[in-house]
């Protein structure tokens, strides 16, 4: 039986992904996060609820004692030193796979106008992330980093890749369902984009900026 740490166990897509996994799969999760009180349901017999913070390294590496793999749902103008801290616990505890959500942009990867708008809406917010996905990538972590979308609530399961951190990207929008669901794959199918660089997105969602927005 394989058993998952899920790192920022409250975010909207980790709570997504939490539920899939209960029921598509007979993993284990602890569920490591600083305020468990945001987490709405939890099946106490799979799902163990471990208070910490991910740049704290100790906690950290406590949490994943037992753990197969690491799903990292972080954000936070600290993410680069969380990265530095998954690196290293991930280290110290011989666990290699790791699912690391980011964001789209973060190498500049974003074409024409909806590039150019994406960089003035997310500023300082890029640079960041892009510092948290190289400790990602520098490591010899069998990693799979994601960079969705701009995020939708839609109620659908809709995407499509992009390979690679210097492919252009496509599309503009991407279902919080729809990464959920490409998670949970990840994590049936431990050998798909293994050290891969992930961009996901809604198919026919090309255009200047997303269109809800």
Do not use: C
């Not at 753990?67 to 990292?72: N, R």
């Not at 960089?119 to 990693?143: C, F, H, M, Q, V």
């Not at 919080?176 to 984009?193: G, K, M």
């Amino acid at each position: 039986m394989t058993k998952i740490a899920i790192l920022g166990a409250a975010g909207q897509i980790a709570q997504l992904v939490e539920p899939m996994l209960l029921k598509k799969t007979d993993v284990d999760m602890v569920l490591y996060l600083r305020h468990p009180n945001k987490l709405h349901q939890v099946d106490e017999s799979r799902e163990e609820i471990v208070k910490g913070d991910a740049s704290n390294f100790n906690e950290l590496k406590a949490a994943l004692a037992g753990v197969d793999l690491v799903y990292a749902n972080l954000a936070g103008s600290n993410i680069e030193d969380q990265a530095k801290t998954v690196v290293k616990a991930m280290d110290a505890t011989g666990i290699k796979r790791l699912i690391w959500v980011s964001s789209l942009g973060i190498y500049d990867e974003v074409p024409g106008k909806f590039g150019e708008w994406n960089k003035n809406i997310l500023g300082s917010y890029l640079t960041t992330y892009r510092a948290a996905a190289d400790k990602i990538t520098e490591s010899d972590l069998d990693y799979t980093i994601i960079r969705p979308a701009w995020l939708t609530n839609k109620d659908e399961v809709s995407y499509e890749k992009t390979v690679g951190a210097q492919t252009p990207f496509k599309g503009t929008e991407v279902s919080r369902l729809s990464v959920a669901d490409y998670i949970v794959n990840i994590i049936e199918n431990l050998e798909e984009d293994l050290k891969a660089n992930i961009g996901l997105d809604k198919p026919g969602t090309d255009g200047d900026k997303p269109a809800w927005y």
